[in-house]
């Protein structure tokens, strides 16, 4: 009888299918929290029995439908930024289809705003390509050097400037998957469809759960000429919380606003403010004429309810330095300090009480705990998000460091889940560490997402154990 690696080979070349125990054991993690840190005292990944890498979505059909006929469990690979262990390998049977190899821009389309390429393709290469050619797609996360573009749709990925230029789901236009059986599907791209239920949702926030998104067509924006920056000094959180609703009720939309509490704000901006001040960073790009019409009404809005100017100095050190704690995770973790980020959203009712009252339980109830802090990023009409940021000392032990993870996570969603228009995750899914929650936040509508899951992948082979509990 044929091995799946033997099918494998003749499907994607000898060449492109990864046995080596060290190429194994890179695309068996990504970079969930827990794990950079319980790598320094002991952990070792689960290794997949392959590593295949597809060329071409002809290819990934055949690798699918190969792997669906064998009864083998796939895990979809992007660029491997997850933070929730969304491609974590729990099971030594299955197979990883990294799709690093099918990077090819396949048209941009300047009258329409639009460009199509295939998922694989890294975020970062895409927007430096666009640029040479005066677009953006203004989507900027902090794994923009790591993230591929199948993998910020399929997790429901934010960004940076998404108060002005949305988030993924304003940007994707259509797109093109294999499901679990091999099958190909394509979405086209239309400005609006009413067409019945919009069925890119399907993948968009799937986690690789329903099949394998191979290309995307996505908007692009003309590079802005033009930018606008201002910084204000804040009592409170819960001063800039309501600032900030008054922004976006005014209808300004600045790309970046963001509010720091006062533990984020002592090292970057501990010059620009006083002690235990908080602080809003702002930035407004595009046209000048629409620009300074934005500031002048955010200004006004700041100014009237306290806030105190602290100038641009601090836009600029937050924007030089935004991404740098993408690579200070692993440097916490060789010196025995746990970190991690955990991200919720609410509405501007409910926020500064989710904030104050999760920091609150936080620092009270686990010891271990260095420090807890929080930002919101995020805004929108309704509500906006706010963004932990986390780091503990735990005991220099496996089990021990996931005991402390684990009671402040259950602390989060426990607050959040008080909330009826809160949510456990903005912008980082559900991935392997929120499963346990996932079907108190959706209630009834949970059903809906399990039957989904019957229809698409009825042997239950992609990415068994993300999105929605094993049973």
Not at 51 to 60: A, F, G, I, L, N
Not at 298 to 324: C, F, M, T
Not at 401 to 411: A, T
Not at 426 to 434: P, S, T, Y
Request: proline share 4%; charged share 25%; hydrophobic share 35%.
């Amino acid at each position: 009888m044929t091995t799946i690696v033997e099918t494998l080979k003749a499907i994607v070349g000898e060449e492109n299918v990864l046995l080596g125990q060290a190429q194994r054991a890179q695309k068996a993690v990504d970079l969930y929290a827990i794990r950079l840190y319980q790598r320094n005292v002991g952990w070792k990944p689960t290794l997949p029995q392959a590593v295949v890498c597809p060329t071409s979505t002809d290819q990934v059909s055949k690798v699918l439908k190969a792997c669906y006929e064998k009864d083998i469990p796939v895990i979809p690979r992007g660029g491997g930024s997850s933070v929730v262990g969304g491609c974590e390998v729990r099971n030594e049977e299955v197979v990883v289809v990294d799709l690093s190899k099918m990077k090819e821009i396949k048209n941009l389309d300047q009258t329409n705003l639009k460009v199509s390429l295939e998922a694989g393709l890294g975020l970062e290469e895409l927007e430096n390509w666009l640029n040479e050619r005066g677009y953006t797609t203004g989507h900027f996360p902090q794994s923009i050097g790591q993230a591929e573009m199948g993998g910020l749709v399929a997790t429901r990925s934010a960004r940076q400037f998404s108060t002005g230029y949305g988030n993924i789901e304003d940007l994707l236009l259509g797109l093109e998957a294999v499901l679990p059986d091999g099958k190909v599907v394509r979405i086209k791209s239309t400005p609006r469809r009413s067409t019945g239920p919009d069925l890119r949702n399907i993948f968009m926030g799937s986690e690789g759960a329903f099949g394998i998104i191979t290309e995307v067509t996505v908007k692009v924006y003309p590079k802005p000429n033009y930018q606008w920056k201002e910084s204000y000094r804040l009592e409170s959180m819960r001063q800039g919380i309501e600032i900030a609703r008054k922004i976006l009720r005014s209808g300004a939309k600045p790309q970046v606003l963001r509010i720091h509490d006062w533990l984020e704000c002592e090292k970057p901006y501990g010059a620009f403010m006083e002690e235990d001040e908080c602080l809003m960073i702002l930035l407004v790009e595009g046209e000048k004429a629409l620009v300074d019409a934005q500031a002048e009404i955010i200004s006004k809005i700041a100014k009237e309810d306290g806030a105190i100017s602290a100038g641009s100095k601090p836009v600029d050190i937050w924007y030089e330095h935004r991404n740098d704690a993408a690579d200070e995770y692993e440097v916490y973790g060789s010196q025995g300090i746990l970190v991690d980020t955990i991200e919720v959203s609410g509405t501007w009712s409910d926020l500064a009480d989710i904030y104050e009252k999760t920091i609150e339980r936080v620092y009270y109830e686990v010891p271990e705990v260095l420090f807890f802090s929080g930002h919101s990023s995020h805004s929108y009409m309704t509500g906006s998000n706010i963004y932990f940021q986390l780091g503990a000392y735990p005991k220099a032990d496996i089990k021990a460091s996931e005991e402390v993870y684990m009671k402040v996570w259950s602390i989060v969603m426990e607050e959040i889940l008080k909330y009826e228009d809160a949510t456990i995750s903005h912008h980082h899914g559900i991935g392997k560490q929120r499963t346990s929650w996932l079907k108190e936040e959706l209630g009834s509508s949970y059903s809906l997402l399990k039957a989904m899951k019957k229809a698409f992948d009825p042997k239950g082979l992609m990415n068994p154990g993300t999105l929605l509990e094993k049973e």
